[in-house]
């Protein structure tokens, strides 16, 4: 497949980016990866009627190797070695915040969505050091150490959320 643009009708091409774009949610005209951080915050709350920890567990386990494929066509695809379009990786990253965090209320929730979303645009520190470390060198074909790279730093970002909240919560309780 030759190198193409993210919308609606590329989306609608392969199953794999219906789940890279998070079901269109990384159609979003600015802001792609806070659009699809929200669209997870929703289904995570949806869902969580009917998931208990466990379950959870294995959904984003499936949703890490799933997505591991899906970033990767979907990159190559685009001839982007980390497409904005790509959300996946936001999108398994609340996930595990969420699900480590709950049960929570709105409040921290949301403090973990700010947390976040501001780690993983920032990229400070380790958040940037993990993004840097799988790019794409020159003409080199997009595979799965891209792909690997796409969900890596915002699984670091993530790590980042929860250890920062962490801190919060003991000095607040100190």
Known sequence: MAAARASFGFMLR???????????????????????????????VLL???????????VIGAGLAL???ACTLTARHLDVADPSP?????????????WLLMPAGFWLQLL????FRLLDAAKPGPVGWADRRFK??????I????GFGILFDDLV??????????????????
């Open 86 to 98: 790509v959300v996946w990786d936001e999108v398994i990253a609340f996930w595990i915040i969420l």
């Open 143 to 146: 595979g799965l150490r891209h």
């Open 67 to 69: 997505g591991l494929w």
């Open 157 to 174: 970002a993530a790590f980042g959320t929860l250890l920062l909240i962490a801190l919060m919560l003991r000095l607040a309780a100190w």
């Open 112 to 115: 973990a969505f700010v947390v």
């Open 136 to 141: 794409r060198r020159g003409d080199e074909p």
């Open 14 to 44: 392969h199953p794999a980016h219906w789940i890279a774009l998070g079901l269109g949610s990384g159609l979003a005209p600015f802001a792609p990866g806070t659009f699809g951080t929200l669209w997870a915050w929703l289904v995570f």
């Open 48 to 58: 969580s009627r009917w998931l208990d920890a466990a379950q959870w567990a294995l």
